[in-house]
């Protein structure tokens, strides 16, 4: 790092030995360069150790052993392996190569073992027991897992991981060769545990259950992937957990709804995304403050089994104090009282509105709620050019808007007295589905929020050229709040360098 310059020094002076300094270096690379002086080869082995542990292939680290005597035995004592049947011709091959790659690490440690290993037979059960306990006898701390065989039977973990001391964080590829171990307490220092289900049952109907009582210091719960066509069973009943993500992707011939039993007292974060809601069962959830739903889809609404599902989900969680509701939910349902809640977040889909004004007469001391339209998204990146949204693309030209929006009887409590902030997000203007509902809505609660702070509108581009119009529609509706503030930004996405940007510009603020 370059000292900074005193005040007392001569600035010319430093300034001059200092270049020199740097020319003098320059040379000095320029000389190395030109001598063909491998550089890399004469850092000390702990640090090209820690280089290769980033090669996410086993495969690919040994082969640099050919480079020179110097690297010969560098790989040996990596501590990360990553082992993939994958990047074999034959099972054969992979087999004879982690054996070979575990026999000359001896007791090496292993921080992070990836064993991939899904086009093998039963017969190969005993090789996978005999490697993870070797990972395990090398102090193991994070652990990948895939294993699958072609028959019906199914691998059994060996006692040794389950008792793992050193392990913290696995990640398990579950399918119908491999379960979830039901009894006795294990893994006493398992802190993150992702598990990816694939089909389970299609084999063996008997794994239809994960019981995860038996972790207790899991802190951190993933579980996502496709159970099934048939109704799957979770116990999560884990004393320190603090976040679950469940995401199960969408299996339109599903029979039955899987079922949940989520018992975490110090449970703080909950995020769901599915296709179909699943049966929730909550006990002992006071401490969640965070809750995520995203579902595709519900069945009809008449459906008393959906509704019933939503009702008791709704329920189970009406103590959270920040809700994302990204769902086209049951209006059947019954919505509980939300005393806590006091950030709201609605993705709009379908009679969006209807379930709005649910939850802000269910919610009376709510502070902020944010509306997201998901109608219009960016393109896909075309080779080197630079798109950027037309919302003609979104508009149809031969609709007919029509009103669908009709206020409650009564002024929801929250906006009398505790509704500060109000955002509306992707605000499309006339042409668009939806426009006059949301400008009914966008009046009515100018008008009725009495401690209203802060609204502000984001719109993708008023590119129908009436933003005057829409700015005195606006500016002549009743206002309840005086200290109110609105502020419209026009955002424009584009894509650039394979990624999602932005750029954004204040139509107009303070009406």
Not at 207 to 229: A, Q, R, W
Not at 446 to 467: D, F, S
């Amino acid at each position: 790092m370059v000292e900074p310059i005193s005040f007392s020094e001569d600035y010319a002076l430093v300034f001059q030995q200092r270049v020199r300094a740097f020319r003098e270096n320059l040379d000095l690379e320029s000389n190395s360069q030109a001598r063909g002086e491998d550089r890399i080869s004469q850092l000390p082995d702990a640090v090209l150790r820690h280089i290769l542990s980033f090669i996410p292939s086993t495969k690919c680290v040994v082969r640099t052993s050919i480079l020179s005597t110097r690297w010969k035995d560098v790989w040996a004592c990596v501590p990360n392996l990553y082992l993939d049947d994958l990047e074999f011709s034959s099972s054969a091959d992979f087999v004879a190569f982690v054996d070979r790659v575990l026999l000359v690490r001896d007791s090496s440690a292993i921080r992070k073992f990836r064993l991939h290993f899904n086009n093998g037979q039963a017969e190969d059960f005993s090789l996978v027991d005999a490697w993870i306990r070797t990972a395990v006898r090398c102090n193991v701390v994070e652990l990948d897992l895939s294993v699958d065989s072609e028959g019906e039977e199914m691998f059994e973990w060996p006692e040794s991981l389950l008792t793992c001391k050193t392990l913290m964080i696995w990640t398990l590829w579950l399918n119908h060769s491999i379960p979830i171990p039901t009894s006795g307490c294990c893994y006493p220092n398992l802190k993150v545990f992702h598990v990816i289900v694939s089909y389970p049952t299609a084999m063996n109907p008997d794994n239809d259950s994960m019981d995860f009582s038996h972790y207790p210091v899991l802190e951190h719960l993933t579980i996502d992937g496709s159970p099934g066509l048939d109704a799957f069973n979770f116990n999560i009943s884990v004393p320190e957990l603090k976040t679950l993500r469940i995401s199960l992707a969408p299996d339109f011939d599903l029979i039955d709804a899987c079922n949940f039993l989520i018992n975490a007292p110090k449970l703080e974060k909950l995020d769901i995304n599915e296709g179909f809601l699943s049966n929730y069962t909550f006990v002992n959830t006071k401490s969640l403050v965070e809750v995520n739903i995203g579902v595709i889809t519900v069945d009809d609404d008449e459906n008393d089994a959906s509704a019933n599902r939503a009702t008791k989900f709704l329920a189970g969680i009406s103590g959270v104090q920040c809700l994302t509701f990204s769902s086209p939910f049951s209006t059947a349902c019954t919505l509980p009282v939300f005393d806590n809640l006091s950030k709201l977040m609605l993705v709009r889909d379908g009679d969006w509105w209807k379930i709005l004004m649910k939850f802000l007469e269910r919610t009376p001391n709510l502070e902020s709620f944010e509306i997201k339209h998901e109608t219009c998204r960016p393109r896909q990146r075309t080779e080197e050019e630079e798109v950027v949204i037309e919302l003609t693309e979104c508009r149809n030209p031969d609709y007919v808007e029509v009103l669908y929006w009709s206020p409650p009887e009564s002024v929801p409590k929250c906006l009398l007295s505790s509704l500060k902030s109000i955002t509306i997000k992707g605000f499309q203007g006339k042409g668009f589905f939806g426009y006059l509902d949301e400008m009914e809505l966008i009046k009515y609660l100018l008008k009725n929020c009495l401690v209203l702070e802060k609204m502000t509108i984001y719109t993708p581009g008023l590119c129908w050229g009436t933003k005057d119009e829409f700015y005195n529609e606006i500016s002549e509706s009743e206002w309840g709040s005086k200290s109110v503030q609105v502020h419209m930004i026009e955002k424009e996405f584009y894509w650039g360098d394979g990624c999602c940007s932005l750029r954004a510009k204040r139509i107009f603020s303070d009406i």
